[in-house]
């Protein structure tokens, strides 16, 4: 069974940080490009960031350049998205995808 799970979500203060984790079964996560995306309220889906299978490379949207890092670990088939200097307009439903497959999203909310 297929499945690309987001947590670590939440509600945080401008400035502050999250840690993302986006796990894959069921298919061959652990040597895929992980990406994760994000959506506002009323926006598109927007690409954030990127990181190849063995985790030799990585990429960033300019919007979260300088303060997201994606990383993974593959003993753990995770993916990790460390945000730090939070903003609001970080605020969205940040999603995994891995291949053709898509996880629920975590929410985050970035407010004072």
């Known amino acids: ?39 506002a309220p009323g926006k598109e889906r927007e690409w954030a960031a990127s990181i190849t299978g063995t985790g030799g490379t990585t990429n960033y949207a300019n919007s979260v350049k300088g303060r997201f890092t994606i990383s993974r670990d ?10 730090n200097s939070l903003k ?14 898509w996880g629920q999203g975590t929410q985050v909310t970035v407010s004072s």
């Open 1 to 39: 069974q297929v499945q690309v799970v987001e947590s670590g979500g939440g509600l945080v203060q401008p400035g502050g940080s999250l840690r993302l984790s986006c796990v894959g079964s069921g298919f061959s996560f652990s040597t895929s490009t992980v990406r994760w995306y994000r959506q």
């Open 88 to 101: 609001p307009e970080d605020t969205a439903v940040y999603y995994c995808n891995a291949q053709i497959y």
């Open 74 to 83: 593959n003993a753990k088939n995770t993916v990790y998205l460390q945000m």
